[in-house]
């Protein structure tokens, strides 16, 4: 049996539904609708990432360098004059500051005098050596000659001596023989054997052959006295050459003396350059090009060796460090191309490119840096720098002053660099070209 819903139940039953319930298939095409363009929207961030944003490091933690030159004297003064103020550009080798000369003068003049008399005393002393030299030359030449007259005299004495004594020899067997002869004739005479002629001839013999024997004697006495004379004149002789060589020996002191005066102009001289030289350091010069900073000096200050009295920064050289966290250095290499964007200079890019990576981290370098094996060590995300230098020079109407905030970012894209650097290949070796 059929029950009839009367139609007004019906239409209270279909009150309450909303379209999507009353209309199934509107909800499912709306939820397709819905996928699609999710899906659509993570592939197209998933492609810009991927084209744009994959090889991409980037910190804001960067600022901008240069190698300034610290201003400071080399000797004690008190300034004179202050040629340059805060922000002023200087060339190398100009003059910044001028100290007061004149103590510097006087140790000049006195280092020039000493110097003077120490080369006067050289000169009078080199003068000195030849005549010495020519005179003991001589003395000893004359002393030799000398020595060598009386050695020959002394062996020719010896010689005329021996030969005496030769001859006394033989005058002695003659005159031994006369009188053996003289005493044999004179006893046969007195016995009535010999002739008187015989024994007359006999004492003549005799007497004549010790005549001879007594001047030969007398020959032998004067000739010994001779030598002995000549062997005196041979040690006179040689004890003149011994005293002129001694005084020989005053050559040698002299030439000395000569070394020694010598060596001591060389100190003046070398005195009197030191002299000048801190003389001319009385004018304090820029080592390098730049725009002076941090003047804190004025007229009639007294300043010490050391002391820093300005800096020169060279902003033309300008170059970047970016402290990058180490989980963003892995792919980072030597030569990566690099945009830089700098806080003072809204919309403005400067380019460069890696020159170098830090041997350390900042905290590593740090005044006290961590000490990681204490026991309340906690694990903190290191940042390391990393050098960028500029492409070219900043435009001289967007210059970057040395600490100005900055923005990195790195394309990481080319990785066939070198993560460390070679020597001085990646260091400028002059400064970028004025654009």
Known sequence: MLI??????QLDETQGQTPETANPRARARRLRIAAVVTLVIVCAGFGYWLIFKRNLVSTDDAYARADSAQISSRVPGTISRVLVDNDYHVDAGQTLIELDPSDYKVAVDRAKATLEQDEADLRAAEIAVPPVDVQTSSQIQAAEASLKGAKDTEQQTRHTLGQLKSNRAAADADFKQAERDYKRFENLSKAGAGTERQTE?????YERTKAQLAAIDSQIAALESALAAASQQVVRANAQLNATRSERSNVEV?????ESLSAKRDKSKAELEA??????????????????AQKNIQVGDRIQPGQAIMAVVPLRQIYVEANFKETQLTNVRIGQPASISADIYPGYEFTGKVSGIRAGTGAAFSLIPPENATGNWIKVVQRIPVRIDLDQAPPPDRPLRVGASLEVTLNIADRSGAQLVSGKSALPTSPPARP
Not at 4 to 9: L, T
Not at 254 to 258: A, D, E, K, L
Not at 278 to 290: P, R, T, V
């Open 4 to 9: 009839r819903i009367p139609r007004v139940q």
């Open 275 to 292: 002299a000048l030289l801190n003389l001319s350091y009385c004018n304090i010069k820029a080592a390098i090009s730049g725009y002076v």
């Open 201 to 205: 001839q006999a004492r003549t013999t």
């Open 254 to 258: 002299q030439r000395y003396r000569v």
